[in-house]
């Protein structure tokens, strides 16, 4: 190699490291089973966020909307009036979901009101996490809606905007969140009806109490209902229970109650498996989807 060659390459930005995989990415916020639910199974949702007192720019918003979609599957916007919006479920990925949703919100926030943020480049091993940027002292309190006229807000789409949201709400599947519940969902998708929950617990630990229930017989939440498997979604545990269809979101809270205190009792068992649970186990394991 010349040297003219090596001092152009020498000349060359250094790469900056990728962000580095997290499994939780959401772990140390308030409300984690809600933000794992927001960002991988419902369809419809919002939330504000309270951004850190040393995080709030000069003359910008103190708070954030957090959306799953977003118009024309926008990473963030930043509406007229200034109003912020990050969408949970725009499709950029790194390691860490956190970093991915505090590329966005720093990206809307620099921006000029009235503009939308299509896409974010991917975070990097510098880029702040939600962590950093959010007052975690604030609650996290997520409203599921029945579809997506909260893009609208005070200002009216038209031309692709006002379609994309047509189209969204036309395909957007019926969810209801559960009463007295955490993180528990109906949720209507074609001719079946299921619910599904999102465990705080560590995926393992998390399985080995659903596998214990299996084996007992005691896995489901009423008449007419099974366990059908369930989704690792950041870090966590989704169990997805089949009911009857039609049914109605109500009916479910007391069933669902008492799985959950015998999930509780098996939570806490320190025994091992016995062979029936270890067999329930690779069931649960042979049926369960990987969110990421």
């Not at 090596?6 to 984690?32: C, M, N, Q």
């Not at 009101?113 to 896409?119: A, D, F, M």
């Not at 038209?158 to 969204?168: I, M, P």
């Not at 630990?205 to 596998?211: E, G, V």
Request: proline share 8%; hydrophobic share 40%.
């Amino acid at each position: 190699m010349g040297k003219a060659s090596r001092r152009k390459k020498d000349a060359r930005a250094p790469k900056v490291a990728p962000a580095p995989y997290v499994a939780r990415p959401f772990e140390g916020l308030p409300s984690e089973t809600d933000w794992v639910a927001a960002h991988e199974i419902l369809p419809a949702a919002t939330a504000e966020l309270t951004l850190a007192a040393d995080r709030v720019p000069e003359g910008g918003p103190a708070t954030v909307t957090l959306a799953t979609v977003l118009p024309m599957a926008w990473a963030a916007l930043r509406r007229d009036t200034g109003e912020v919006l990050i969408a949970c479920q725009s499709g950029t990925t790194s390691g860490d979901a956190s970093r991915d949703l505090a590329q966005a919100m720093l990206a809307a926030l620099d921006a000029e009101p009235g503009h939308p943020i299509p896409t974010v480049p991917p975070a990097t091993r510098d880029t702040p996490r939600l962590q950093d940027l959010l007052d975690t002292d604030a609650p996290f309190e997520l409203t599921v809606h029945e579809g997506f006229d909260f893009w609208v807000g005070e200002q009216d789409l038209d031309g692709e905007a006002r379609e994309s949201l047509e189209r969204a709400n036309e395909s957007t599947i019926p969810t209801v969140r559960l009463d007295g519940l955490t993180s528990a969902f109906w949720a209507q998708i074609g001719e079946r009806t299921y619910i599904r929950t999102v465990l705080a617990e560590d995926e393992d630990d998390a399985t080995n109490a659903l596998a214990r229930l299996l084996a007992a017989g005691e896995s489901t939440i009423g008449d007419d209902t099974r366990l059908l498997g369930a989704f690792r979604a950041g870090g966590l545990l989704v169990p997805v229970w089949e009911v009857p269809a039609g049914s109605e979101p109500e009916s479910h809270v007391a069933p669902l109650t008492e799985l959950l205190a015998r999930y509780e009792t098996a939570l806490a068992a320190t025994e091992p498996l016995s062979a029936d649970e270890r067999r329930a186990r690779s069931g649960l394991l042979s049926r369960q989807v990987t969110l990421r």
